[in-house]
């Protein structure tokens, strides 16, 4: 059982940084993705950013250019550095990690929350 925990969460001004981490227990197989997504109050989760086993990413398009994923597969944690924040990207952040071994299995932590404000 793969269990993800995030940590990083914090209040922040408008315009400053943020990185987040998410250290996935357990193990993990080798065709995986792990990511984050976001949740901000009364709205859908969404993405903000996912980076699969070989290294590609994907990114939302509303934190495109401020926002960077990268990963330690040693470690099987995920990084989330974010720069040039904004109110709007208040949420709860969200760890995933998706692994296939014949089907694609999906574990989400508990959430961490990102305040930013004006």
């Known amino acids: 059982q793969v269990q993800p925990v995030e940590s990083g969460g914090d209040l922040v001004q408008a315009g400053g940084s943020l990185r987040l981490s998410c250290a996935a227990s357990g193990s993990i197989f080798s065709i995986n993705v792990m990511g984050w997504y976001r949740q901000a109050p009364h709205k859908q989760r969404e993405l903000v950013a996912t980076?699969?086993?070989?290294?590609?990413?994907n990114y939302g398009d509303s934190v495109k250019g401020r926002f960077t994923i990268s990963r330690d597969n040693g470690k099987n944690t995920v990084y989330l550095e974010m720069h040039s924040l904004k109110c709007e990207d208040t949420a709860v952040y969200y760890c995933?990690?998706?692994?296939?071994?014949?089907?694609?299995?999906?574990?989400w932590g508990q959430g961490t929350q990102v305040t930013v404000s004006s």
């Open positions: 995933n990690v998706a692994e296939f071994d014949g089907t694609w299995r999906q574990y």
């Open positions: 980076m699969t086993s070989s290294g590609r990413t």
